[in-house]
Structures are given as structure tokens and as C-alpha cells.
């Protein structure tokens, strides 16, 4: 399935070039509600729910995409407010986790059996995808897609984390901002290696509020 990630032009270059996509750390996002779309008022349930949340945080990333290239709010939160760029990758949907958006928080019961114990197997897996599948409907605009992946070694130049281009995150597509300032070639010398990879200029359309695409 074709995904798309905005970035600014001077990170999307970068990646192109190096063949890889920065990870976000899923508690340290613009959302302070990550990881808490589910409680429980039963006391146990809860610490359960907050201590999962905790340990996906700490060993869990995310590559955040959207479903859509022509967001103008996308454009302009994450795209650098129209100069940037964003990527179109072919992803595996096989790997991919959509996301969920909901008016309010969603309330589970008691899901511990005893006292000490831990949740039931399938009470534990609904958990976790609803923990990390859910967000608050304001953020609807965005069409998020995620991927998940464990954790890998940070890179000390720039204290990120990244995973690399591969078959089942391949780059398809790039797409300039309707104000990017730059020529085309910066995107094609970053390209140099690559094949089949298309370039377009996004731009605001004369007739309707919306982004097309339009070629160099």
C-alpha cells in the first residue's frame, strides 16, 4: 500500500540519501495522550494498563505515515509549513497498524482473574492494540498509519533512532512542498542511486482548497 511521511527538506534529503526513516519514540510525540486511550476504574486493572503502556514505550517505535500526500494541514504541521517534502513509500500492509479515533477514552472492566495475576491472554492482546492503535478523533486529519519495531540501536551522530529502507518500506515517490524553495536537483542528486523512484511538485490549486500534484 502506498503511505506517505512529511518531513522537512533538509531531513528528507538526508534520508533519501542514506536509505533510511527516522523511528518516533512512542511516549514523546505531540500527543500527550499516547499510550493512554485505555483505563479501567477497577484499581488493578489500571496499574496493568498503565505498566503495559510503560513497557511498549520502552521497547516499542514507530514509523508514523499517513494515508494521504495532499493534506494541507499535514503539509503544514509536518512538512515543514509547505516547503518540506514528503515521501511516498510502497509499505508492506501486512506490517502496518491503521489507527483508530475516538471521541473518548475507551473504559475496560476488570480484566485481572486474581488478585497479583496477570491479564488473560486475549485480554492482554486487545489491550495492546487498542494502547497502541488509538488516538483522540481531533487527530483524524492526520489518516495515520503505523509501523512498529523493536527498538534499535541509536545513532550517535544524531541521537535518533532510524530503520532502514528496505522491500517491505520501499521509497516509491517524492513529492516537493508547494513552497519549496529549492530547484529539482538537490532531489535528483540525492536519487542518484535509486530506480523507479517518481519526483513531483505539489501546488495549490487556482480553482478549489486543495493540493495537487504537478511535475517539474
Known sequence: MRL?????????????????????????????????CVFSRHNLTQTAIEQTGSGLAESFSAVCFSHDWDSI??????????????????????????????????????LIVEEGGDFPIKDATNAVNSLLGTKYEGWFYEKEIRVHTERAEIDEETGQYFADFSERVRLAEVIAGARFPLSKKPIVDALEDYSDVEIYKARAAADKFEIVRGRW
Not at 83 to 93: A, N, P, Q, S, T
Open 4 to 36: 506517505y511521511h512529511y518531513l522537512e527538506s533538509k531531513w528528507a534529503l538526508d534520508d533519501i540519501r542514506r536509505r533510511r526513516i527516522k523511528l518516533s519514540q512512542i511516549d514523546d510525540t505531540n500527543d500527550p495522550f499516547e499510550l493512554k
Open 73 to 110: 494541514l499535514m503539509w503544514s504541521h509536518y512538512g515543514d509549513r509547505h516547503k518540506g517534502i514528503c515521501l511516498g513509500f510502497d509499505v508492506l500492509e501486512e506490517i502496518t497498524r491503521p489507527i483508530d479515533y475516538v471521541r473518548q477514552p475507551i473504559l475496560v472492566e476488570n
